[in-house]
């Protein structure tokens, strides 16, 4: 019985190990479990992570009074307590305008480890995102003054900037959204699939396996791969055309390319597609495998490859809400027109 | 030399003393520093602090999906980063509506102390006020059901309701407000003028205690009184009319009576008064002094009163950024209209 049992666990493990090596062959990349590798990938050259730095754009990233309302912060619709996102369809913002491109809020976390930021991937990293929607009218509305004046206003605000930069700083509009882009940076869940794929072959369940088996079958991993399981940029609709296209113009970037949605946390971040016009994970499923793959996914594969996608929800870091410094009579006020 | 600096701090301690003498006669109450003393005060006889209840209070706290546009939290308005309020003059709420009285968001901080909740004091205690905005139109907008819903189509936040209240809550609306109400309660900051008058004669600088007697002497302990430093009933424009009474068409409750705001963090909490038409501290001491008081507070006055109100800021408790549990396919979908 001892004997069978062994080498039953055997070649349990030697199915984990192919699969594993399936996975890798397919582009799949885990989070690395070593935190000085970790911090290789994540980091910013031109502008370290550290400590003092991380703690203040976590309160940039807080801050409401960085948007011209006072009402809005980044957190807003890059909720952490949720998935990163706003749960909306389309992101709302100022003057409770709605993306006029129907555009869903991308989550935040793991987000550094997009190849482009936005879904037209306009950006080339999160320092250079994080300038947009402060300053778009229909989000945070805010000028570049108007957020400068906000910090320099405010004593412990330019206390924090100097102990992360040192006392020479100069508090420009750049190094307040590279400080916030470098919070975001660390917002990174590793998952029971990244425990899996760096060497613990007992962090996924058999159907958890199976259902990233059918995963890379299916072809999901064509586009969504890397670090990131996504990230990247890719041609849309490209077997058929996807079911709402209509809600929204939205058509990519000038060569009808689409970042590709990272799928970690993917349980978390409904609604799906880029107009948010997807209420379910099975239905985008579904819906992916025929525009982009041109292959009809049947109800017991997209069950299957959902499973596996429950297995890249991450454990998320755990965040002190911030308690920002006080306003002072120079701080801007706020306007909600 | 030591005998003369002996004599000048026992006259510092005996005078030290005498203040507290004073303001206890004045009607000022000090936090209590022990936690079995607090827990009385601020407890519910109904429904007794577990941390159970509070770490689930604080996650629906934090939980836009209450409100009918899944974008508004109990946090949005009563932020608990900045002073328990938005900084906003008037309130912001579903569809950008502003309070359509021009009432400003009154702080959650030691919101416990007041003898009534709102301005017009027309809600006997947190768990009740809590069950206002939610359905107000113009702030959450929601339904009871809609509350009710959301909660029971999340299967982690069925679980912490029978964890908090047995395996047989039934888990309505009003048992979700009451637990909203229940971590409202635990929103407590002691402060520096708390342990001065639970017997530490150092915590008030010289000039803080000079602001302390200011602020007796002048007569602002005659409606700011209590543990909240306010939060009882009071009538408004005694000695005269305030100066920016055409804002908003607020008159007060049935007898004209308006609630006296806590004075604790009142630094964090501009702008002032019931529309939130005074920008600064040292405006709205000297117009109080005018309507009510029918003093004239010259700017000495003002700044040592000011001094006194900086000692009243106090230490908020460290808050984990709730992860909420995931929505599900059950889950009532957000709207913004």
């Known amino acids: 019985m001892k004997k069978v049992l062994t080498l039953a666990l055997s070649a349990s493990f030697l199915i984990a190990g192919s699969l594993v090596q399936e996975a890798k062959d397919a582009g799949l990349v885990p989070i690395p479990s ?15 992570i550290t400590d003092e730095k991380v703690n203040l754009g976590k309160k940039l990233y807080f801050d409401p009074r960085l948007s011209k309302s006072g009402f809005i912060s980044c957190n807003s619709c890059h909720n952490l307590g949720e998935g990163g996102d706003d749960g909306l369809e389309a992101a709302v913002g100022h003057k409770w305008t709605v993306n006029p491109h129907h555009l869903n809020s991308p989550t935040v976390y793991n987000s550094v480890f997009n190849d482009k930021q936005f879904w037209d991937g306009r950006s080339p990293h999160l320092e250079d995102q994080a300038q947009g929607p402060i300053q778009a009218g229909p989000e945070m509305a805010a000028t570049k003054e ?7 206003s405010i004593p412990a605000y330019v206390n924090e900037f100097k102990n992360a930069y040192g006392k020479s ?3 420009t509009f750049e190094k307040i959204t590279d400080t916030i882009g470098l919070f975001e940076r660390t917002l990174v869940t590793p998952s ?17 396996q199976d259902g990233l088996q059918t995963f890379i079958q299916v072809g999901c991993a064509t586009c969504h791969n890397g670090v990131g399981i996504g990230g990247g940029m890719n041609a849309f609709n490209v077997t058929e055309t996807y079911k709402h296209m209509n809600v929204g113009d939205f058509k990519g970037d000038a060569n009808g390319m689409v970042r590709v949605p ?9 609604p799906y597609f880029h107009n948010g016009k997807v209420a379910t994970l ?24 959902e499973t596996f996608l429950q297995a890249l929800d991450g454990r998320k870091a755990a965040i002190d809400f911030p308690i920002l410094p006080a306003s002072t009579d120079k701080t801007p006020k706020p306007d909600l027109n």
């Open 34 to 48: 070593s935190k000085a590798e970790l911090l290789k990938l994540i980091d910013n050259p031109k502008n370290h």
């Open 146 to 152: 108007h957020v400068t004046d906000t910090i320099n």
């Open 169 to 171: 700083v100069d508090i």
């Open 192 to 208: 029971a699939f990244d425990d899996f794929m760096n060497g613990d072959k007992k962090a996924l369940t058999k159907k958890q």
């Open 262 to 270: 990272t799928l970690r946390n993917v349980t978390q971040t409904a």
């Open 282 to 305: 099975k239905e985008a499923i579904i819906e992916m495998g025929r525009i982009q793959l041109g292959t009809k996914i049947d109800d017991k594969q997209a069950k299957s490859i």
